[in-house]
């Protein structure tokens, strides 16, 4: 009987997962403009940084930035850095400006008062902001390749890709935080763009992490980002194996797990005292 109600019971949650996951891809691809502008736009803000430093070092490689990076490839290790940032982007905000969606609609009500794992309901918008994130980064990837003479190791795109979820599950954390705030205050993407500013600043988006003052060098340390756009490129551009950068990988799952575990605890309270205040049914 136990055995028969825990399969029950996981069957039931899969199905809230994939009906959550299906009902947000359905939104998304009702609206195709923000496809477009995932897919293409994000490239055009890494252009004038090519531009920039092709200009400033009169070519595509320099060998100062070779001693600072490894690389003396310019541009790849800057694509890289943007396509792996677009995951901020769109991750940090996806999660809480779902669940304004939901209230904005009239269904937040009875989405959290819905006989069933609230982690479940969380997980399927989560997958679906991951699978668009994903659609969104491999389209970028794939322009930038044709766009701009690009040397990569493709071989290592299996442990990249392993990376890439441990970061998506690091951004989860984050994104129930700020969908938690959307359920108090009703609007999280001003706290969304915030973060998403800190990312881009302390992380090493454009320029090694080693550039900047050491005190935001310990900042940036702290942010899953900054690990996983260091070992992607560790492994596409250098040519290092996951072995060569296993602390790193330790400091991310580390951080993922931290950012979790403080997400679902967040959004758990917040769930509690709206319920209790009212506040969850206010616009």
């Not at 090519?50 to 003396?72: K, R």
């Not at 900042?219 to 040519?239: C, E, H, N, Q």
Request: hydrophobic share 55%; proline share 4%; glycine share 6%.
């Amino acid at each position: 009987m136990d055995s028969f109600y825990q399969q029950s019971t996981l069957r039931s949650n899969l199905s809230v997962v994939w009906n959550e996951l299906v009902k947000n891809i359905k939104f998304l691809l009702a609206y195709p403009v923000i496809i477009v502008f995932w897919t293409i736009f994000p490239i055009f803000w890494h252009i004038p940084f090519i531009l920039q430093g092709q200009a400033l070092v009169g070519g595509l490689t320099s060998d100062s930035f070779a001693q600072a990076t490894g690389t003396p490839n310019y541009i790849p290790f800057i694509v890289i850095g943007a396509v792996l940032n677009s995951y901020v982007s769109t991750l940090l905000n996806g999660m809480g400006d779902n669940i304004r969606r939901e209230s904005l609609q009239g269904t937040l009500d009875y989405v959290l008062a819905a006989p069933c794992n609230k982690a479940s309901v969380l997980v399927g918008k989560a997958l679906s902001e991951s699978i668009s994130s994903t659609i969104f980064a491999i389209s970028q990837f794939a322009i930038s390749l044709l766009l701009f003479p690009i040397s990569v190791s493709l071989g290592a795109m299996l442990p990249v890709f392993f990376i890439i979820i441990l970061l998506i599950l690091g951004l989860y954390g984050l994104s129930l935080v700020f969908a938690a705030f959307s359920l108090m205050y009703k609007q999280s993407h001003g706290f969304g763009q915030t973060v998403g500013y800190v990312f881009y600043i302390f992380s090493p988006v454009r320029y090694p992490v080693e550039s900047l003052p050491f005190a935001a060098q310990i900042f940036g340390k702290l942010l899953p980002l900054t690990y996983a756009i260091i070992i992607v490129r560790s492994l596409m551009l250098l040519g290092a194996d996951l072995s060569a950068v296993y602390m790193e990988v330790l400091a991310l799952v580390i951080i993922d797990a931290i950012l979790i575990v403080a997400g679902f605890l967040l959004f758990n309270y917040m769930e509690e005292k709206t319920k209790k205040t009212g506040e969850i049914s206010h616009y």
